[in-house]
């Protein structure tokens, strides 16, 4: 990482470029000023001589302005070499479309979502652009959107690409929202998932799903309307299921084909069946048939703590395209 101009460290950056990207140095050994640590991430605030340097993952890292010892702005992130490409508002739009709420009502250009608190995702604050009127103002809104449905009020941002939403994350944590859990969205080419040499001979695919499937997947008490009518939405939807040794699966799965896209979601396999190369057949059947109906690019989310799920998708050509969070108000 080079900061030297004319063969000295510099501090090439102001208050002027919050909300660029940027490579800092700084001293992390006040008593020797020896010790050196470098972040790359969008400058979200510089307030009361400290830096807020938010980074790819979402995390913050606050710097004292007399630790700094160089500074610069750089370009947004490179455009990734692997995977089909994609921009961050057209790849949120397609992840929204493929889990879609039971009631949604737009705020200028944000969308509030609800669905009787089935998922984070659906029950979230989607904020793409101008909400027309002050952010606080906006969040005060939201707060009492959810608030007379009895929901916890969430909003959903993302980090990482060009695009996205580093400055409203900021924002949420100086207006006392929590982030409560964070996710990676990851793309990839289509066609070589359908090409996997895995045995589909026994995966069944379905336009609806049934109580056996619903069992393997459900994690949120007794299935309601709501769960239903978010796991049914989405342009084109697909269910795969192996059959188990008993009524429930031993694996299930969904995908959504959008146009190019197909995302894959709700990927489960029995504890005793795992490591057997289910997720890679219900994928891969699930890729198949998005490819018949003229997909060519697939997506999906995975929790950054999920090893298991991460290693799965690396071996599927699956690599990290942003990250997204979600933000939760946490009362005084």
């Known amino acids: 990482m080079e900061f030297t101009g004319g063969g000295r460290l510099e501090v090439r950056i102001t208050g002027a470029d919050v909300g660029k990207r940027v490579s800092v140095r700084y001293v992390t050994d006040s008593a020797t000023r020896e010790k050196f640590t470098d972040s790359v991430g969008v400058l979200t605030s510089w307030d009361d001589a400290v830096l807020l340097i938010t980074r790819k993952s979402g995390d913050s890292v606050r710097i004292p302005e007399s630790a700094l010892v160089a500074g610069k702005v750089v370009p947004a992130t490179p455009a990734r070499r692997r995977g089909p490409s ?46 027309g009127l002050p952010v606080a103002d906006a969040l005060t809104h939201a707060r009492a959107w959810y608030a007379a449905r009895n929901l916890p009020a969430y909003v959903q941002t993302a980090t990482g690409a060009e695009g996205t939403q580093e400055l409203l994350c900021a924002e949420l944590d100086r207006h006392g929202w929590r982030r409560e859990v964070s996710a990676e969205v990851r793309v990839a080419a289509l066609a070589p998932i359908a090409d ?25 008490g007794e299935p309601g309307p709501s769960v239903r009518s978010v796991l049914t939405s989405g342009p084109s939807v697909w269910f795969a299921s192996v059959a188990g040794t008993g009524e429930i699966p031993a694996a299930i799965g969904r995908c959504v084909v959008d146009g190019r896209w197909a995302g894959f979601m709700a990927v489960e ?11 890679t ?6 890729a198949r048939r998005a490819l018949d109906e003229g997909a060519s690019a697939a997506w999906l989310q995975v929790e950054t703590d999920n090893d298991g799920a991460r290693a799965l998708y690396d071996g599927m050509g699956f690599a990290p395209h942003h990250h997204y969070h979600h933000y939760r108000w946490v009362e005084a």
């Open 269 to 279: 396999v029995a504890p005793d069946q795992r490591r057997r190369g289910l997720a």
């Open 196 to 220: 996997l040499d895995a045995d589909v001979s026994a995966v069944r695919l379905t336009r609806t799903f049934d109580e056996p499937w619903l069992r393997r997947y459900q994690r949120f």
């Open 281 to 286: 057949s219900v994928m891969t059947a699930l």
């Open 86 to 131: 994609a921009t961050f508002p057209e790849l949120a739009r397609a992840t929204a479309r493929a889990w879609q709420p039971v009631e949604s009502e737009a705020l200028g250009e944000w969308t509030l979502r609800a669905a009787d608190g089935f998922t984070r995702r659906a029950n979230s604050v989607l904020p793409l652009g101008d909400p």
